[in-house]
């Protein structure tokens, strides 16, 4: 080894924490990636923890610091970098020997000379199948050129977590990962944006709003799309109120609306719904869908058309399918008609993907990745207990090639049980202890000494921990540059 390389050595610790003394001259910083060299290869270890040490006892350097504040000339009573010195902390990421890498089972021999990690350290992080790019290898704060790219089709039907304080680069990341994806060619992106981020930087992708720009589509569906199912996500429904829905529904089929809101007392009682249960669902529907009875005729006001938006549903679907990403903006709704049409249309893309695999025909469509701003909006307590299509996918998409891409700063209000589920978590910045501790137990490697780390990542700087990757991967996620669109839509090479 080098002897300049060097920066520190082993003195003591167990498996779960080796301990180092920092050479003189030399910095380690907290998230560093450190190689001790082995007879037959090399072990990489991650600084998780820094300490003081010194070989001066406590009285002795309080009087020197006080000789020192108070003016008195400092006498040479000892030799400063002998004496004094930082003491870091290191856990076993992965061990590379013979050529392969693997979980480490061994420590680094005692005395072990300790250097910073160099990129021909990481000639085993190789490009796989269906390149997902996030961003390059991060040894603290020091980048080192190399690509993190994670297997595509692998990472999306398996779920991924992005989880942050506000400020700390989620949608920049989301608009990264986007780009990588579209370009791709193996998935399709169903973008729900309640805060207008990615239409314009991601002219690639389709765009849906209820005032579309020029170029994009317009955010309306038909009455007949609507059904009892998508309105079980909103609380805003009582268990009787549920019930009345469902009644209309099924007297009525695709036009249980238009005669649920012109219905009148006695039509309730032929139904047995107490009339004041049926004037509250009339009013919610007002409230919330915009829709109400006005001189005896049905009026619609928002997302919802007696005479247009008939195919909505089924063009959106179809763009998926054909591997177009989709964005949804919902910026301009509010927050309980972003939930009915973001269950409506997950529910018809996971639906059509569970007849093509009866069918056989799934292997030839792209990966559906649904991306939630705002997660526990929809996956939450509630949506576990119902079942509702987020937690649905979070449990079973996998086996339909459909998959969630979680945005969240607030983790710790997602179940453990789905959590459990999205099996590669991106941690940026997070400054509340309890959201770290969330991400930390739920996550696909040991972060229990990771607190530190992750409370002291800067913005753009994360930790990837994956099912599909050797160890939690330190990254720095580049700033996002806008793309020009492209001439022609992008279609799953599947689809001839």
Known sequence: MNELSIVGQVVRGDFAEVVVRQKSGEEIEIG????????????????????????????????????????????????????????ARLKPLVLV?????????????????????????????????????????????????????????????????????????????????????????????????????????????????????????SLVFSLDALKPQHLEDLSSFTDAQQQALSAYYKEHGDSWIRELVLSTKNEADRFGIHPGTLAAVQRKFNVLLGIRAVNGALQCEGIFSETSGKTTLADICRELESGTSVIINTSLISGELEVIASSMIAKEAFSRYKKCKIDGTLEKKPIISVVLEEAPRVLNKDALEKGNIFATIARE?????????????????????ILANLNTKIILGTELASERNAVIESAAQDLSRDDRNIASLDVGEAIITSNFTRFAVPVKIPLFRKQEKPQEKIRFSGMG
Do not use: W
Request: charged letters at 20%.
């Open 397 to 417: 998409g996998r086996k339909f090639n459909v998959g969630l891409l979680a945005i969240t700063q607030l983790p710790g209000l997602i179940p453990k049980e």
């Open 97 to 217: 020997a013979n050529g392969r890498e693997r979980i480490p089972k061994v420590l680094p021999k005692f005395f072990s000379h300790i250097r910073q990690v160099t990129p021909q350290d990481l000639a085993f992080l190789a490009k796989p199948a269906n390149p997902l790019y996030v961003g390059t290898v991060r040894s603290g704060s020091k980048e080192l050129g190399v690509d993190v790219t994670l297997d595509g089709r692998k990472v999306l039907t398996h779920h991924v977590l992005v989880a942050a304080t506000t400020g700390r680069g989620k949608s920049n990341l989301v608009k990264v990962l986007a780009s990588s994806i579209t370009q791709g060619g193996y998935c399709s992106l169903l973008i729900f944006d309640p805060h207008d981020e990615y239409t314009s930087a991601l002219p690639q992708c389709v765009s849906y709003s209820v005032k579309p720009k020029l170029g994009g589509c």
């Open 32 to 87: 560093d990636l450190l190689v001790a060299d082995t007879t037959n290869g090399y072990i990489i270890l991650e600084a998780f923890d820094l300490a003081y040490g010194s070989q001066i006892g406590e009285l002795s350097r309080e009087l020197i610091s006080g000789m020192a504040l108070e003016g008195y000339e400092r006498a040479p009573l000892y030799d400063e970098a002998m004496a004094n010195y930082t003491i």
